[in-house]
């Protein structure tokens, strides 16, 4: 059986967020992991204080708590963390949905100097389709300050990505109103991995919740099985 690290993204909910897939990695063998980081799955007020380090000793704890061979997903800002940790330990894959270096909002890259003045700021409409929408678990709003930590990983993860040496996928929203298109391209072309995939759906930000959730969970689980088959740990 194979072993899979699945890292959520920010103000994202550790379990609800990731949507069809870790169950369709399990189905398929995989023994999948998938931690709650700081400040997350609880309420907003949570994150306050909470550093981006927080959030990396967690998902690096969970990671060495599995036996190897390992792969790790992460989506939008876990797939920062995922890149990290894909440069820093031995890693046979690394799956990257919508990865967050880098958003739409032009004001995001100001947040380290607005955080006095606008205390928190208002949750992303990630969702497409208007049923699932309203059943989006995301926190509606986020503490600022917290989301300069988010900053910081985007300015940290591009020296990591040319580390990154595992067969790499990379996942992109054609709608995504949060992180920008060419931050995705941006951190799929940074890769050093010699077998890497880039693909598009028509999908929001959250590709786990839209409408396409199913088909790329799939997507995802079909890939893996490729490149990591369950029967392949010792």
Avoid: C
Avoid at 190 to 203: F, I, N, P, Q, T
Wanted: net charge neutral; no cysteine.
């Amino acid at each position: 059986m194979g072993n899979v690290l699945v890292l959520h993204g920010f103000t994202s909910h550790p379990v609800l967020t990731l949507g069809p897939l870790p169950e369709a990695l399990r189905q398929s063998g995989y023994t999948v992991l998938q931690p709650a980081l700081p400040g997350h799955g609880t309420r907003p007020e949570d994150l306050e204080g909470v550093r981006w380090e927080d959030w990396y000793r967690v998902a690096l704890e969970a990671y060495r708590s599995l036996s190897q061979p390992r792969a790790v997903v992460g989506l939008s800002m876990g797939g920062l963390l995922a890149a990290k940790l894909a440069a820093e330990e031995p890693t046979e894959a690394l799956v990257a949905l919508v990865p967050a270096l880098g958003f739409v909002d032009r004001l995001a890259p100001f947040a380290p100097y607005l955080s006095w003045l606008i205390r928190r700021g208002k949750g992303t409409n990630s969702v497409l389709d208007p049923e699932r929408r309203r059943n989006n678990p995301n926190y509606p709003y986020f503490p600022t300050k917290a989301f300069v930590e988010v900053l910081e990983l985007t300015r940290m993860v591009p020296g990591y990505l040319p580390r990154v040496k595992a067969p790499a996928l990379v996942l992109q929203a054609r709608h995504d109103s949060t992180v920008a298109e060419a931050a995705v391209r941006r951190y799929y072309e940074l890769l050093g991995s010699a077998s890497k995939e880039h693909k598009v759906y028509d999908s929001e930000h959250d590709l786990l919740l839209d409408s396409k959730a199913d088909e790329v969970a799939a997507d995802v689980t079909a890939w893996l099985l490729r490149v990591l088959p369950p029967q392949d740990r010792a």
